[in-house]
């Protein structure tokens, strides 16, 4: 039986979101380095977030600011910027995060880790993150990426469930809390 501990989920999600990000919105995410209060993070942002449940369940978080959230949505609506609204890359963001979700999903069913994707969900605004609460007996993984001036951020909160599935659906997979972040 395959253990969660092993995995390398930094990659998995790495992987997930450079692939989605190119193929998707045809914007190349570099690997950087994940300062948790970076001056990039500072501003107006978007964050997607979307669960799984099931043998693992969890919460995958993309955090954008909101050019590179509008440049998104221009690439994939095909609209000139200044028509880009605030709905409009939340829809974007949304269908990212599910196509990053299905991508990480995928890769944990390969490996005998079977699991459900929620709806995804989106908010924007400033100084804000999203925690994980009770997650402390599971895995959890940060990552940075760089694109032009724009930092891009992934957070994986993964933990195993003996309940297969129902159990994580019936408490949620996995709750998140907007709280207010650093100033």
């Known amino acids: 039986?395959?253990?969660?501990?092993?995995?390398?989920?930094?990659?998995?999600?790495?992987d997930a979101i450079q692939?989605?990000?190119s193929t998707m919105v045809s914007i190349e995410l570099e690997k950087t380095e994940y300062v948790p209060d970076a001056v990039g993070w500072a501003g107006r942002r978007f964050a997607g977030s979307i669960g799984l449940g099931g043998r693992v369940s969890g919460l995958i978080c993309v955090y954008l600011p909101e050019d590179l959230a509008r440049q998104a949505a221009v690439a994939m609506l095909g609209m000139p910027p200044e028509d880009a609204s605030p709905e409009d890359m939340s829809d974007i963001l949304s269908e990212l995060c599910n196509m990053i979700g299905g991508t990480i999903k995928s890769r944990l069913s390969d490996e005998g880790f079977s699991c459900e994707l929620s709806l995804p969900s989106v908010m924007h605004g400033r100084n804000f993150r999203i925690e994980t609460p009770g997650f402390s007996s599971g895995r959890a993984i940060e990552a940075a990426f760089r694109h032009d001036v724009h930092l891009v951020r992934i957070s994986l909160a993964l933990r195993e469930d003996a309940g297969e599935g129902r159990r994580a659906w019936r408490l949620g997979g996995a709750s998140a809390s907007a709280k207010p972040g650093p100033p």
């Open 1 to 14: 039986m395959p253990n969660l501990n092993d995995l390398p989920l930094a990659q998995i999600a790495t």
């Open 19 to 21: 692939k989605v990000f």
